[in-house]
Nanobody, 123 residues
Framework: QVQLVESGGGLVQPGGSLRLSCAAS????????MLWYRQAIGKERQLVAR???????TYADSVKGRFTISRDNAKNTATLQMNSLKPEETAVYYC?????????????????WGQGTWVTVSA
């Protein structure tokens, strides 16, 4: 079984910064992608940023130039640095990882989600 633990959420003023972290542990064989999503109240979950095993990154247009995703492959961690935050970015932020896990003697696809961490941007 694979567990994801997110940290770093909280309250920040508009224009401020936060750094989110996601740590994956358990029966992981390999992780080929790590992603951050967010979901505001009453809205659908949206992809914020993605980083692949080779380090290639993609971002939602709304966060380009302000957010940076990074990863430590050796530690199975991903970080989302968020700068110049806006009130409309208040949401629960979720970490998602994909790859391969090893359970019950077999290699299986891995698609795991964290429990989410609140980010509130307000004066």
């Amino acid at each position: 079984q694979v567990q994801l633990v997110e940290s770093g959420g909280g309250l920040v003023q508009p224009g401020g910064s936060l750094r989110l972290s996601c740590a994956a542990s358990g029966s992981i064989a390999s992780i080929n992608r790590m992603l951050w999503y967010r979901q505001a109240i009453g809205k659908e979950r949206q992809l914020v940023a993605r980083i692949n095993l080779n380090g290639n990154t993609t971002y939602a247009d709304s966060v380009k130039g302000r957010f940076t995703i990074s990863r430590d492959n050796a530690k199975n961690t991903a970080t989302l640095q968020m700068n110049s935050l806006k009130p409309e970015e208040t949401a629960v932020y979720y970490c998602n990882v994909g790859g391969i896990q090893y359970t019950d003697g077999c290699y299986r696809p891995l698609d795991a989600w964290g429990q989410g961490t609140w980010v509130t941007v307000s004066a």
